[in-house]
C-alpha cells in the first residue's frame, strides 16, 4: 500500500521541477516559496505513508507474538 | 483492496494533473504574481482539513449513540489526517502570506480560526493518548470531538468581530481572495477533488490500520 | 430522574421542585467543603495578584499604555485563576472516591455535572470578585460599572461550562494538570476575546450597544455549551 504511495510520490517530485521551468514573469523571486509548498506538502504525505507503514509492521510483530503464545498455550 | 486502489489511482492522476493546471495552463495573478499558485494547494487543504472534522464529529456522534467501534475508528483517523491536512494548510498559508504580505502571519478570521481547529484536533489527539485505552478513552475523544465542533463557528464569528474592532493587525492590499478567473476556478475545483480524494485514501488506509489495531488490543488482553 | 422515595435530599429542599434538589445538594456540599477547608480561595487568590503584580513590572507603566493593556492583564489573570479554579472541580472527589459516590446517587448525570459546574462558577466568581478591587485600584480604573460585573458573569459562567467537563476528564488520565489547560483553552478562545474586548470597551466608556454583542456572544456560548456538556457528561462518567 505505502509503496504505491511512495512511488506516486517520487513521481510527482520528479515533474514537479522540469515544470519550473515554463513559465518566467517578474517576481521570480517568490520561487522559493512555491518550492517551499510543494516540498512541505510532498514530505507530509510521504511521512505520513512511512508511519503508517511503521504502525503495521509494528502489528505485524505483535500479531506474530500473540499468535505464538496462543500455540504455547495450546500444547500444554 | 480494489476500492483503496481506484481512490489511489485517482488521486494520483487528479494530482498530476492538477499540477499540470498550476504550472501550464493558470494565468499569472496581476498583483500577487507567481506566489498567487500557493493558493490552488493552500485552500483545497484548508477545506479538506475542515472536512476531516466533520468526519471527526460524525463518528464521535455515532460511537455515543451506538457504542460502534467501527464509528470510532473512523473519528480516529479522520483526526490524525486532519491535524496533518491543519498543519499542512498552516504552513503553506504562511509561506503564501510572507511573499503576498511581507508577514509570516496575520490574525485574519480564517488564519485565527485555523490555528484553534489545530488545537482542538490536538487537544483531541492528546485526551485520547493520555486517557485510559479502550472505551473511556473513545468516550472522552467523543465528548471533545462535538464540543470542538461546535466551537469552531463560535471562535470564527469572534475572530470577525475583533477583526472589525482591531484592523491594523490584519494586513495586506487581499486580505481577503478577491474574485478569480475562469480557468483559476477550474484549477481550485481540480485541487480540491485532487486533495479530497487523496484524503478519502488515507482515511481509509488509517481507518483499517486503527481496526486491526484495536482488535489485536483485545487480543492481547484477553490472552495475558 | 430523580426518585420520589426517601431521598435526604427532599427534605431540606422541600419548596423546591425536584430537579433543583440533587443541584442544589451538590452545590451546596461543595460551598461547604470550601468554607470550612478554604484550602483552595487562598492560594489562587494570592496567585492571582501576583500575576497583576508581574505584568506591572513586564509592561512600561506609562498611562496610556496602562490602560491599553488593563482588559488583557485582567482576563489573563482571570483565565489562570479559572484554570486553576477548574483544576480543583474534581480533583478532590477523585482523590477521595466521591465520584463514585455521586454515580450510586438515583440522579440523572446531567443533574450531577450542573451541580458540580455552578459549584465551580461561583467558586471562580468569588475569587474574581475580590479580584476586582484590588485590580481597580492597581490600574486606577473604575470599579462600579455594572457593565464589568455582568461580562464577569457570563464569561466565568461560560468557563465552568466546558470547564467541568474537562475537569472531569483530566482528572481520570495521567498528565491531569497539563492535559486540562490544552483541552479548555482552545474552546475557551471566544469567551477570553469576548470578555477582553467588552471590558475594553467598558473602560473606555463606550455605549452598552457598542459591545453588547460580546455580551450576546458569551451568552449564546454559555446557553450552548451548558446544555451539550449536561447531555454529554453522562458519557464522560461512563459505568
Known amino acids: 500500500m505505502s509503496k504505491r504511495l511512495a512511488a506516486l510520490v517520487v513521481i510527482l517530485i520528479l515533474l514537479t521541477p522540469a515544470m519550473l521551468g515554463s513559465n518566467h514573469t517578474e517576481g521570480e523571486d517568490y520561487l522559493p516559496f512555491l518550492f517551499a509548498v510543494f516540498a512541505v506538502t510532498w514530505v507530509a504525505f510521504f511521512g505520513y505513508a512511512f508511519f503508517m507503514t511503521r504502525k503495521q509492521a509494528d502489528l505485524k510483530r505483535e500479531i506474530d507474538i500473540l499468535r505464538q503464545s496462543i500455540e504455547e498455550s495450546e500444547e500444554t | ?224 | 430522574m430523580t426518585e420520589k422515595t426517601d431521598n435526604p435530599v427532599r427534605a431540606y429542599s422541600s419548596r423546591t421542585p425536584s430537579w433543583w434538589a440533587p443541584i442544589l445538594a451538590i452545590l451546596w456540599k461543595d460551598v461547604l467543603l470550601e468554607s470550612r477547608t478554604r484550602e483552595m480561595v487562598m492560594p489562587i487568590l494570592v496567585f492571582s495578584f501576583l500575576v497583576i503584580v508581574v505584568f506591572n513590572f513586564v509592561i512600561d507603566p506609562k498611562p496610556a499604555l496602562v490602560t491599553a493593556v488593563a482588559p488583557g492583564v485582567l482576563w489573563v489573570a482571570f483565565t489562570f485563576a479559572g484554570m486553576l479554579g477548574l483544576n480543583r472541580t474534581f480533583s478532590m472527589e477523585k482523590e477521595h472516591g466521591g465520584i463514585e459516590g455521586l454515580m450510586m446517587c438515583p440522579v440523572g448525570r446531567d443533574l450531577i455535572y450542573l451541580g458540580k459546574m455552578l459549584g465551580t462558577f461561583f467558586f471562580i466568581l468569588v475569587v474574581e470578585l475580590i479580584m476586582l478591587p484590588v485590580f481597580a485600584a492597581i490600574f486606577n480604573l473604575p470599579l462600579f460599572e455594572p457593565g464589568l460585573w455582568l461580562i464577569t458573569v457570563l464569561a466565568t459562567f461560560g468557563f465552568a461550562t466546558v470547564g467541568a467537563t474537562f475537569s472531569a476528564m483530566a482528572v481520570n488520565t495521567r498528565a491531569r494538570e497539563i492535559l486540562l489547560p490544552i483541552l479548555f483553552f482552545p474552546i475557551a478562545v471566544p469567551v477570553i476575546i469576548a470578555a477582553t474586548e467588552a471590558t475594553r470597551a467598558v473602560l473606555a466608556g463606550d455605549s452598552f450597544g457598542d459591545y453588547s454583542r460580546w455580551l450576546q456572544l458569551m451568552a449564546g456560548f454559555d446557553v450552548v455549551f451548558v446544555v451539550i456538556a449536561a447531555l454529554t457528561f453522562d458519557f464522560v462518567l461512563g459505568e
Not at chain 2, 15 to 34: H, K, Y
Not at chain 2, 163 to 170: F, G, L, M, N, S
Not at chain 2, 184 to 211: K, N, Q, S, W
Open chain 2, 1 to 224: 483492496m480494489t476500492g483503496r486502489l481506484t481512490l489511489l489511482g485517482s488521486s494520483g492522476v487528479l494530482m498530476m494533473l492538477l499540477l499540470a493546471l498550476i504550472f501550464l495552463w493558470v494565468p499569472t495573478d496581476i498583483v500577487l504574481g507567481i506566489s498567487q499558485r500557493i493558493f490552488y494547494f493552500h485552500v483545497p487543504m484548508a477545506l479538506v482539513a475542515f472536512l476531516a472534522f466533520g468526519v471527526v464529529v460524525v463518528g464521535s456522534i455515532g460511537y455515543l449513540w451506538k457504542k460502534s467501534e467501527r464509528m470510532d475508528a473512523l473519528a480516529y483517523a479522520a483526526a490524525e489526517i486532519g491535524v496533518l491536512f491543519t498543519t499542512l494548510m498552516l504552513i503553506t498559508g504562511m509561506l503564501w502570506a510572507k511573499p503576498v504580505w511581507g508577514v509570516w502571519w496575520t490574525w485574519s478570521p480564517q488564519l485565527t480560526t485555523s490555528l484553534i481547529l489545530w488545537f482542538i484536533y490536538t487537544a483531541y489527539l492528546m485526551i485520547r493518548s493520555y486517557a485510559p485505552q479502550g472505551d473511556q478513552g473513545a468516550r472522552y475523544g467523543a465528548v471533545m470531538g462535538i464540543i470542538g465542533f461546535v466551537d469552531v463557528p463560535i471562535v470564527y464569528m469572534a475572530a470577525k468581530w475583533w477583526r472589525d474592532v482591531h484592523p491594523e493587525a490584519v494586513v495586506g492590499p487581499l486580505a481577503d481572495e478577491g474574485s478569480l478567473e475562469g480557468k483559476m476556478v477550474i484549477a481550485f475545483l481540480v485541487g480540491l477533488l485532487a486533495f479530497t480524494t487523496l484524503f478519502a485514501y488515507l482515511l481509509m488506509e488509517r481507518y483499517t490500520l486503527r481496526r486491526q489495531e484495536s482488535l489485536v488490543e483485545r487480543l492481547r488482553y484477553s490472552h495475558v
